[in-house]
Structures are given as C-alpha cells and as structure tokens.
C-alpha cells in the first residue's frame, strides 16, 4: 500500500507577544521578519526559494533564546518553534524536529496568557507533518514498528486526525499489535464519513479475533452489518461468524435475507447449507448445497457438504436397521440395497470434489468411505493407493 504525503495545514500565523513591537529584541522581531517572508514562498509551493530567509531566521532565534532579555519570552520560544518545526519538514532533519519538540514544550510553559497559542498550534501542525511524512517513509521501507511510531506521534499535534488514526491502525496490524489496533480502528466507528470507515468496520471483528475474543468480534460483525446492510462482505461475515460460534438458527434468516438481494452469491447458499446442517435439517441444506452448486458446479466445499448430507443420513438409517433384531435377513437385506441405491446419490458429488482437488486427502478419504460401504473392494483399494500417494 502506497500512503499518501498531501495532508494540508492552516498557514501559520505570526501574532503579536506580549510586549509591544517596539519593546521587542532586535533578534525576535529579525526571525520573525525573515520567517514570514520564508512563509510567503512557502505558500506559493517555492518554499526553496525561501531557505536563505529561514537560515536568517534560525540564526537570529538561536541568538534569541540565550540572551538574558529574551530567554523566557513565550514569543521567541514560540517563533523558534515555527522555525525548527519548518526546518525539519523541509530538510527532513529529524534533530531539527527535536529542537521544535523542545521549543513547543518551552513557549506552552511560559505562554501563561494564550497569546502564543497560534503560532504553537501551527508548530505543532508542522511537526505533525513532518512525523506523517517520516512515518510514510518508514512504510515505504515496510518498517511497521517505525511506522506506527511516526505515525502516533503525528497524532500528538494532530489529535482527532482521521487519516493518521487510519495509517497508525494499520501499522500496528503489521505489527500484530492487535491492542493498538483496535483502539485505533474504534476510535474511527462513530466517523461514518470516513472515506475507509466500511473497511475499518468490516476489519474490526477481524481483529477481535486475532486476540480470540470472540463475544467482541460477534458484535463488531453485528454492528457492521447494521451500518452497511447492502454490504456483501459485512453480511457474510456476520453470516460465517454466527456460523462458527453456533448460532446458526439465528443466523438461517439473515442468510435468507441476504440471498433475496444477491441470490446469484454461491457462498451464500453455502452458508445456508451450512446453517441448516448444523440445526439437523438435512433435506433444507442438501437442497441449499445444489443451488450452490447449480451456480458453480465446481464449487469444492458444496460439493463435498453435499456427499456428507446424503452419507450421513444413510449411516444414521444404517445403524437403525442393525439394531433392528426382529428383520428377517431377506427384509434386512432389500433394505440394505434400497439404502445403497439412496447413498448412491452422493458419488458425483464425491467424484466433483476430487476433481476440483484430486490431492484433497479429505475428498478422497470421503469417497473410499463411500466405496467401503458400497463393498466396491476394487475402486477402495484404488482410492486408498492415491490417498497413500500423497502422504
């Protein structure tokens, strides 16, 4: 992913400090002079033009700072704020950004009356800046630690920031730091104008469960689902982790609703399937498995789920009929036959299911299964002989 450099600032705004211009040291009113002319070019995207007037004015502050008239004025620590700030955002010069670090620091100290606020905010914004663009580097470089500290630190003079909350989120899920992760993508739930709020929702439960906590990645999927109820990835998401934690009978009308917006979506037939199957309903997921597989007829796992249907149910009558000691053996035996014709059913499902993946050993495993009962001794030793190939 390619982060943007474009995020854009007020201008800076030099105000007066407490004193009035003519109380002023010669070196505070100098680097102001040479800092607003270096801002005029600046905002006219010639900022290069203007580094001989902010090397002027970073010489003069310097002097400024340490001069026992000027070494506690709230306005000359607040200019040299601005300058190094400035310094370090167009020299890339991470001790410049100290210094301005430093200088914020100093003049909100001393700044007793507010009337420096201006000018520290817009430092700040500028040193935002500069850590965002550091922080872009360092993701560039694919170097997530450094990143999301850049990036966090932007934060620190830009609070609220969106896209920085955003990039810092995703540095730390390069990171595996799920904590920070979190904090940053829920920080960003209530801004639903947010150009990356929908993959910010859909990403959440995600998260959640990477740290295993499950109940939180129920209601984050639920939450995402109600924000974006047109969404396909929010809803199947909703759909498969309902699934997983085995509420399936909940989830059998969310599917159906779903299917009547998008009922060309293969996997949600599936997930009915699936759905049904796991609420014993048999017959109802068979016939949500088809529909899946009328869709893609390739379609492994529809495939699959759909042998295990018409198996399982064959099994279940298989073990009712041989705990049955009143069957004569004619009776048991026809109805053993009428029970392999039905199990019958399954083989193209099985033999898709191989197709799609001849070395799924979990397909084949599945079809020698079926071929044991068939008593077919020659086809299971040929399955079982491809099985042993793979391992």
């Given amino acids: 992913m390619n982060l943007t450099k474009s995020i854009l600032f007020a201008g800076v705004l030099l105000t007066a400090g407490s004193t009035t211009v003519f109380a002023q040291s010669g070196n505070v009113k100098k680097a102001k002079s040479n800092f607003t002319k270096f801002e005029e070019l600046k905002a006219a995207n010639t900022a290069a033009l203007g580094k001989g007037n902010l090397t002027s004015a970073q010489e003069a502050i310097d002097a400024a ?18 300058v190094y700030a400035n310094i370090a955002s167009l020299d890339k010069n991470v001790e410049a950004a100290n210094k301005a670090i430093e200088g914020i620091k100093k003049a909100t100290e001393l700044d007793a009356d507010k009337k420096n606020e201006a ?34 630190g932007a934060l620190d003079y830009l609070p609220g920031d969106t896209t920085l ?15 920070n992760a979190i904090a940053r ?13 929908k993959s910010i929702m859909v990403d959440l ?7 295993q906590d499950t109940a939180a990645a129920l209601a984050s999927a639920a939450e995402a689902a109600a924000a974006y109820p047109n969404d396909n990835a929010a809803v199947v998401q909703n759909i498969e982790l309902n699934l997983i934690t085995g509420n399936e009978a909940k989830v059998v009308s969310d599917i159906e609703a779903q299917i009547a917006k998008d009922a060309s979506n293969k996997s949600l037939h599936y997930y009915l399937g699936l759905a049904y ?65 039905k199990i019958g059913r399954a083989l193209p499902y099985l033999q898709k299911s191989v197709e799609a993946d001849p070395k799924n050993v979990d397909a084949l495993r599945n079809l020698k299964n079926f071929y044991d009962f068939m008593q077919d001794e020659a086809k299971s030793t040929e399955t079982q002989a491809k099985i042993d190939a793979i391992k």
Avoid: C
Avoid at 185 to 197: E, F, G, T
């Fill in 165 to 179: 909350t955003y990039y810092s989120g995703l540095a730390a899920v390069q990171n595996k730091d799920y904590d």
């Fill in 119 to 152: 000018n520290i905010k817009a430092a700040g914004q500028t040193l935002g800046q500069f850590r965002f663009n550091e922080g872009v580097a360092a993701w560039d470089k694919q170097d997530y630690p450094t990143a999301y500290k850049e990036f966090s």
């Fill in 205 to 211: 439960p995600k998260l959640y469960l990477s740290k």
């Fill in 185 to 197: 993508y829920k920080a960003l739930v209530p801004v639903k104008d947010y150009s990356a709020h």
């Fill in 65 to 82: 700072i340490v001069h026992e008239k000027t070494q506690n004025d709230p306005e000359a620590w607040a200019v040299y704020s601005l």
């Fill in 277 to 341: 199957s796991t609420s014993r309903q048999a017959e109802k997921a068979l016939e949500s498995y088809k529909k899946a597989l009328e869709i893609d007829p390739n379609y492994l796992e529809a495939n699959t789920n759909a042998a295990v249907v018409i198996m399982n149910s064959g099994r279940d009558e298989l073990i009712a009929l041989n705990d049955n000691k009143s069957l004569q053996p004619k009776d048991y035996n026809a109805k053993v036959a009428a029970l392999k014709e």
